[in-house]
């Protein structure tokens, strides 16, 4: 199955058919075009590229995309360019990866970007927040790679696996996925089929029950 972009609008609550109160993202999916499609035997591997989101200014008399993603296939597909992809491609019940970018938090201590634990908090103990000791002494005489260490925090790809698709509204272009998404509102993200929970196992799996 391919993906789609959309943005994010926010969270809220539905209840389910059983009146439970469930938290979800709000996903506004907007029909993505196919802009370019690469084959294994031209490029090497199969895959799709969408775009979504017009810029005012346009070039050669085709709109300008806002936000491009490439999605690899197991296989060939049979997507042309200039096809739009909606949301009906995915629904209720199915498990899908959002991918997205984290909210930006600017400059951040160790204990706020990796929650340590801190020194003493008494007053004299002059070491609360401090990163203390960053390495060994006589050997072997440096840093070691990799040691967390105080810095930008956030504004980084991250990828939420296997959330539950709660609602599909194919009208407005909505989708509302169960639980938090990376990424602030109003900002793109890619939602695609779970690569651990995909829907050919799910319904495999309702046929044995």
Same mark, same amino acid.
């Given at each position: 199955?391919?993906? @789609? ?16 109160? =469930?938290? =979800? ?8 075009? =196919? %802009? ?11 895959? =799709? ?18 936000? @491009?993603?490439?999605?690899r296939m197991a296989k ?8 739009? *992809? ?6 209720? &019940? +199915?498990? *899908? +990866? ?16 990796? &929650? ?26 440096? *840093? %070691? ?17 296997? %959330?539950?698709?709660?609602?599909? +509204? ?12 990376? &990424? ?5 993200? %890619? *939602? ?12 495999? +799996?309702?046929?044995?029950?």
């Open positions: 199955m391919i993906g @789609i972009l959309g943005k994010k609008i926010g969270m809220t609550r539905i209840h389910d058919s059983n009146g439970k109160s =469930v938290p =979800v993202t709000v996903i506004e999916a907007m029909p993505s075009e =196919v %802009l370019s499609v690469k084959t294994t035997e031209k490029h090497g591997y199969p895959a =799709v590229q969408l775009g979504t989101g017009d810029f005012k200014k346009r070039k050669k008399n085709t709109p300008k995309k806002r936000f @491009i993603r490439e999605i060939n597909t049979e997507y042309k360019v200039g096809d739009m *992809v909606k949301v009906d491609i995915f629904s209720e &019940g +199915d498990y *899908v +990866d959002v991918i997205g970018t984290t909210k930006g938090k600017g400059f951040a201590g160790g204990i706020k970007r990796y &929650g340590w634990k801190g020194g003493d908090s008494g007053h004299g103990s002059m070491h609360h927040r401090a990163p203390g000791s960053i390495g060994s002494n006589t050997f072997p005489g440096r *840093v %070691l790679k990799g040691k967390g260490m105080p810095g930008h925090l956030g504004h980084v790809r991250q990828t939420t696996q296997n %959330l539950k698709v709660i609602k599909i +509204d194919a009208e407005k272009n909505m989708i509302a996925i169960k639980g938090p998404v990376p &990424g602030h509102d109003n900002s793109f993200i %890619l *939602v695609k089929e779970s690569i651990k929970r995909p829907k050919k196992v799910e319904k495999k +799996d309702a046929a044995k029950k």
